[in-house]
């Protein structure tokens, strides 16, 4: 997968259409499913590692075994949360190879891109400003801190939109503690936030919803 089309979005009638294509051995429809996922698993994954190499390795791996075991595919849940479970578990196997793995679940610092502002934007001031590009820069750079599922959670909320439920289907948590987790964690990046703006305005609110 060194060269990744551009992920497009699924409906679900056409992706349970894909699957059962898949299932009676259509090698187009399997095609259609990665390109509708890789480039979105492989940003997430490469967030969770940090390591080109073992990100493209994963996003093999993880649709390979998403593929070999198709058949028995539960159309309650989305062809994504079932595929980013199997990459969140093999990157969790890389971690604790690594030695970097770690079961806390105390949240330090939480990013944003101002989709989740309870006004629907960031504050005019930090979004406006010529900072926000260093800020943001500053926050994703932070993510590396937290321990693998605060990053996963992080990720999949902030960076790919999911709900506290779709989260806590992936993570194997209830969409509850995911919910708290990431309160938390808003809140410490608020007092980072005001720290790097210097006394300056730094009144964003964010909100995170089930």
């Given at each position: 997968m060194n060269e990744r089309a551009t992920s497009v979005a699924l409906t679900v009638a056409r992706e349970r259409q894909l699957i059962e294509h898949c299932q009676r051995g259509c090698a187009e429809s399997a095609h259609a499913l990665i390109g509708a996922h890789q480039d979105r698993l492989h940003a997430f994954v490469w967030r969770m590692i940090r390591?080109?190499?073992?990100?493209?390795?994963?996003?093999?791996?993880?649709?390979?075994?998403?593929?070999?075991?198709?058949?028995g595919f539960d159309f309650t849940y989305r062809f994504s949360t079932w595929l980013?479970?199997?990459?969140?578990?093999?990157?969790?196997?890389?971690m604790?190879?690594?030695k970097d793995y770690s079961g806390e679940t105390d949240f330090s610092l939480m990013p944003t891109d101002g989709r989740h502002d309870a006004s629907g934007q960031a504050s005019e001031e930090i979004a406006n400003s010529e900072e926000a590009t260093r800020l943001k820069k500053i926050i994703w750079n932070s993510v590396e801190g937290l321990t693998p599922p605060q990053r996963a959670a992080v990720l999949l909320f902030y960076r790919e939109s999911l709900s506290c439920q779709e989260i806590g289907e992936i993570l194997e948590m209830p969409a509850a503690t995911v919910?708290?987790?990431?309160?938390?964690?808003?809140?410490?990046?608020?007092?980072?936030?005001?720290?790097r703006l210097d006394g300056g305005d730094a009144s964003m609110h964010f909100s995170?919803?089930?």
């Open positions: 390591s080109d190499h073992d990100a493209e390795e994963i996003c093999q791996d993880a649709f390979l075994r998403a593929f070999q075991s198709l058949s980013f479970t199997i990459a969140y578990r093999l990157c969790l196997n890389l604790r190879r690594r919910k708290s987790h990431l309160h938390r964690a808003r809140n410490r990046l608020k007092g980072l936030l005001e720290e995170v919803s089930a």
